[in-house]
């Protein structure tokens, strides 16, 4: 196999980062993947620095053995503890994923933006580093998703703790008047139909799985790595804890192959 039929590689503390492999899948469809979950070991969000930084290691180094031409930090969590310790150490390119919350600092017009994503993201050097990047006149308003993986983790996306989750979340956002909410987790794009539901249609609500598969397009084009083969491709997902939920996410794709594997 030469260079451009390696697949591309992707991982996630669980199955949140299907929502980035589908973006991938859409723009990229003759691309061979990868996609790691590792359930066992979610969510990631609570853990120490040290912690995501060690199973972003694991993940990257199980990635690399598969054959992976490139590799996609598809968890905003282990993007922004782990990215620069995985680009410093490992001769592979590597695309994250970040909270859009400068875009969403650009377009608002209450001057007020929310976001949503874990312990983890929020309290990162990275994140801090965006946010104080920002105009003054920008407020953030921000909120720890806390529970929120664990019962996608568990196929309780809708379900009414779900439901009572996500307005004790987002009800105090709208009373600050946030007009912009940005999806900082990859998991929380499933939620998206019962977020808005809950703001109301004039809320704009973000993410940045488009954005992170446009510069998976681009990277690949600059290294000449864009796999030209016209053979149908393989879809491979690896999960270390049971498959149904996951299963289930992916039932509209019914070329992949989801594969248990205790690691
Ligand atoms: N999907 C993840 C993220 O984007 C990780 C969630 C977690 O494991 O806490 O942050």
């Not at 996630?12 to 589908?22: P, R, V």
């Not at 969000?45 to 199980?62: A, H, M, P, R, Y």
């Not at 139909?193 to 703001?199: D, F, G, S």
């Not at 249609?201 to 681009?218: F, R, Y």
């Amino acid at each position: 196999m030469n260079m451009k039929q390696q697949p591309i590689g992707i991982f996630d503390s669980g199955i949140g980062g299907t929502s980035i492999w589908k973006e991938i899948h859409q723009l990229l469809p003759n691309e061979n993947t990868i996609y790691l979950s590792d359930n066992k070991n979610a969510p990631y969000g609570q853990k120490s620095t040290q912690e995501i930084v060690d199973l972003s290691v694991k993940n990257t180094e199980f990635l690399i053995d598969k054959g992976a031409k490139i590799i996609v930090v598809a968890c905003n969590t282990a993007t922004t503890n782990a990215i620069q310790y995985l680009r410093n150490n490992y001769n592979i390119p590597f695309i994250g994923i970040e909270p859009a919350i400068r875009p969403a600092s650009l377009k608002t017009k209450t001057g007020t933006v929310g976001i949503l994503a874990t312990k983890g993201t929020l309290n990162s050097a990275l994140f801090e580093k965006t946010t104080s990047s920002l105009s003054d006149e920008i407020t953030i308003i921000e909120q720890v998703g806390e529970g929120l993986v664990e019962l996608i983790e568990n196929g309780k996306i809708y379900s009414d703790e779900m439901t009572s989750l996500l307005k004790k979340y987002i009800d105090p956002m709208l009373e600050k008047k946030c007009d912009y909410i940005v999806l900082g987790c990859t998991h929380y794009p499933y939620l998206l139909p019962q977020i808005q539901e809950i703001t109301g249609p004039d809320v704009q609500i973000i993410d940045s799985g488009e954005a992170v598969a446009k510069q998976v397009k681009n990277i690949l084009s600059q290294q000449n790595l864009i796999n030209e083969s016209t053979a149908a491709p393989s879809n491979v997902f690896y999960i270390n804890k049971e498959k149904a939920v996951l299963e289930n996410m992916l039932k509209d794709y019914n070329q992949s192959k989801i594969d248990y594997l205790d690691f």
